[in-house]
């Protein structure tokens, strides 16, 4: 069973950068066989991508509204996953959860993903 731990949250400034981490255990290939997503979910709304990363081919994929600030990526050698933000704001305020799916793609719907972690909180606010 796969198991999945987020880290990483925290409570910062517009404008500042965090990096999240997955950690993920119980995986019955390597990390590479696996999709990988980042999504968040802010109260009162749906959970929504962020940004996923394929298995096949690592190509990622990234909602608009964090294009060009945030960057997933993943360490094979210690089963974990990022997420570096940067230039946050407050609308990237929720909690974050990293998600894993083997042989999956990067489309980024949480229909998409079987495995989650439990999630870390974001809050950007000055």
């Known amino acids: 069973q ?6 990483g949250g925290g409570l910062v400034q517009p404008g500042a950068s965090l990096r999240l981490s997955c950690a993920a255990s119980g995986l019955t290939l ?18 929504e991508g962020v940004s996923c990363m394929s298995a096949s081919d690592g190509s990622t994929n990234y909602a608009e509204s964090v294009k060009g600030r945030f960057t997933i990526s993943r360490d094979y050698a210690k089963n974990t996953v990022y997420l570096q933000m940067n230039s946050l704001k407050p609308e990237d305020t929720g909690v974050y959860f990293c998600a894993a799916e083997k042989y999956g793609t990067n489309w980024c719907s ?17």
Do not use: C, H, M
């Not at 796969?2 to 880290?7: A, K, N, R």
């Not at 590479?32 to 749906?46: C, L, T």
């Not at 949480?110 to 000055?126: K, L, M």
């Open 2 to 7: 796969v198991q999945l731990v987020e880290s």
């Open 30 to 47: 390597d990390l590479n066989y696996y999709a990988i997503g980042w999504f968040r979910q802010a109260p009162g709304k749906e959970r």
């Open 110 to 126: 949480p229909r998409a993903y079987d495995s989650w972690g439990q999630g870390t909180q974001v809050t950007v606010s000055s």
